[in-house]
C-alpha cells in the first residue's frame, strides 16, 4: 500500500522503503509514550502515518501530490504536533470508516475520488443502466461515509472526555 502511494505520487521504490521505514520509528517513538493507545488496525495506522510522511517529503521538495487534489492546499506541514496527531487520527478514522462501508460503496468512492474515473466508467464497470443511476450510487456512498466518520468521530471524542 505504501509502494502505491509513494510511487503514484511522484515516488520511488526507494523512497517508498524510507517512508515506511520512517512511519515505523514514528510508532515506535509514539508506543513509548504511556498515553498513547492504538485505536485502529497496525496497517491502517501505518499507512496514514506513511501518507503523512509522504505529503510532508513533497512539500519540502515542492512536487506534487497527485492522489488526492484537494490536499494541495494542505501541504505546508504544520509544526504544531496537537495538529499533526489529530490528522493522524482523523486518517485512521477516514481508513476505519471506509472499511465499514462495505461493497460496492467502498469501490466506488475509491474509483471515483483516487483512481480518477468517470462517472461512465463506474457505470460500465458496475452495470449501472446510465452515468446518472451511478452518480446517484456515489452520493449515497459519501453521505454514507460522511456519518460512519463523523459519528466515529464523535464516539472517539465523547471516549476522549
Not at 4 to 14: A, F, I, K, P
Request: proline content about 2%; some cysteine; overall charge negative.
Amino acid at each position: 500500500m505504501v509502494f502505491h502511494l509513494v510511487v503514484t505520487n511522484n515516488g520511488s521504490e526507494d523512497e517508498a522503503k524510507d517512508i515506511f521505514q520512517e512511519a515505523v520509528m514514528v510508532l515506535y517513538d509514539r508506543a513509548q509514550d504511556p498515553e498513547f493507545g492504538l485505536s485502529s488496525r497496525l496497517k491502517t495506522y501505518l499507512y496514514a502515518v506513511c501518507r503523512r510522511l509522504w505529503l510532508k517529503q513533497l512539500a519540502q521538495q515542492h512536487r506534487t501530490f497527485t492522489d488526492v487534489a484537494d490536499y494541495e492546499d494542505r501541504l505546508p506541514v504544520e509544526d504544531d504536533l496537537e495538529k499533526q496527531k489529530k490528522e493522524d487520527t482523523d486518517f485512521v478514522v477516514m481508513d476505519d470508516a471506509l472499511e465499514k462501508l462495505g461493497e460496492p460503496c467502498r469501490t466506488i468512492l475509491l474509483d471515483f475520488y483516487i483512481s480518477n474515473l468517470s462517472m461512465q466508467e463506474i457505470c460500465d464497470k458496475f452495470g449501472y443502466t446510465n452515468a446518472d443511476n451511478a452518480k446517484n450510487q456515489k452520493y449515497k456512498c459519501l453521505q454514507r461515509l460522511k456519518r460512519l466518520f463523523f459519528n466515529a468521530n464523535k464516539e472517539r471524542n465523547d471516549h476522549d472526555e
